[in-house]
């Protein structure tokens, strides 16, 4: 049977710290966490493959620095969920708060529902994806990886982007600064296809549209002085 | 940081327990804001009574015999509820504007006036205020509550929310203005005046100063968009429900909860986690320079 950890009856720290053990142990073991009631920092940094599966809504910073470890809430998480992942796989069955995946270096983090704003920011190499839609300012500087939207995204998508690739099913309500749609090749459809069975998604490759960064804020420009 | 609660209720038979409620949700809060806590609760009211709600610093002294001599001084009966540094009056209508004269010039800070709002704010942490308060005991058909950690203002009594700046409608706030003082001139030169150095007594004034000229509610918080500048959710209170608004930036929480029963908001999740029926909620986060509001 699979252990639970009842937040209850056992405090965060304690919970964090056998979990971490755990991982460390490299056994593929799993764990249950019950009644996590918003608690903030859950299932942090966890250095090897477990499985974790908590049920119910969780507060800031869930999952954070998540490397090899398979984490599933089954419920909503709060702002900077699996923020600066490493590896492994996040997974949310609700809405993510804002900045989810922030900074993150590898590894899925698949949300379910809607992520709000700041998805993705400075994503360093995470592939998230998002069943529903995403919020404002989302993939803002972001430097690597793909950002996959089944639904629409806001504002100011993709504002100084570095070569994270962002595809988006629905509308979207504004590019960022040196965000632009580009063509979608084979080697990209490929890409989406495979993340979209990963994740799990109802959607088909091709329904999507594919934005990157123009590359024009990489260097400074002189005939743009004024506009710095 | 800051934590803000806010519970409306469907069901009439749950009024009761709206006290409890929202106090379990405000010491959830307690982390986000142990300096003061507050909160403005909306009960039953009586047709053509106020209650006005008033602060002393010395209530053994101020409250002894407060009825009696402001029953005399306005030539009616009062009635007044003291509860810790508070007292609650109600007064006829006809009789409000001489009654905060009075209470004014005798040196009690009027924190609230309104057919159906109290207010009870106090320095501490929100357990104890709560407590001092007896929070757990009041019933209502809707409230909100707010715990302090001090950015713009010293950490006093006037300076915990909510703000109150009409009759039955209040703001609390999480995050801090930065055009505050140049807006608190403005609203001056319109003679709305604010009391304390606060930012969020200025948001206060400019929402009930809109609604004064004219403009709805909605019209008001709306224009919090345009011209409040700084970070901002905020919650507002009426007589008949509470309205929510984010700036466009959005980097301050809010969470909501709907279930047949209520309407929660709050800075986090973690305040829901006791309502009953929360497994079952509509979770959402509010979006950014968006207008919300339930009524009855």
Known sequence: MTPMLDMTKTDLRSVNTTLQAAARRQANEAYEILNPRGAHALACGLDGPLSVTIKGSTGYYCAGMNKDATVTVEGSAGPGVAENMMSGMVTIEGDASQYAGATGHGGLLNIKGN???????????????????????????????????????????????????????????SLGADCTEKEMRPEHLEILAKLLEQAGADAKPEEFKRYGSARKLYNFNIDHASEY | MCGIVGLFLKRDDLHPQLGAMLTDMLITMTDRGPDSAGIAIYGPATAGMVKITVQSADPAKDFSNLEAELGAALGIAVVAKVVDTHAVLVVPETAKSAAITWLEDAGLWIMASGASMEIYKEVGLPEDVAARFELRQMGGSHGIGHTRMATESAVTTMGAHPFSTADDQCLVHNGSLSNHNQMRRKLARKGVFTRSENDTEVGAAYISSRIAEGATLNEALEGTIKDLDGFFTFVTGTQNGFGVVRDPIACKPAVMAETDDYVAFASEYRAFADLPGIDAARIWEPEPATVYFWER
């Open chain 1, 115 to 173: 992520a709000s704003s700041r998805c993705g920011i400075s994503m360093k190499g995470i592939d998230i994806v998002v069943h529903g839609n995403i919020g404002h300012m989302s993939a803002f500087m972001a430097q690597k990886g793909n950002l996959v939207v089944l639904g629409d995204a806001g504002e100011a998508l993709g504002d100084s982007l570095y070569e994270a690739r962002l595809f988006v099913r629905g509308s979207v309500k």
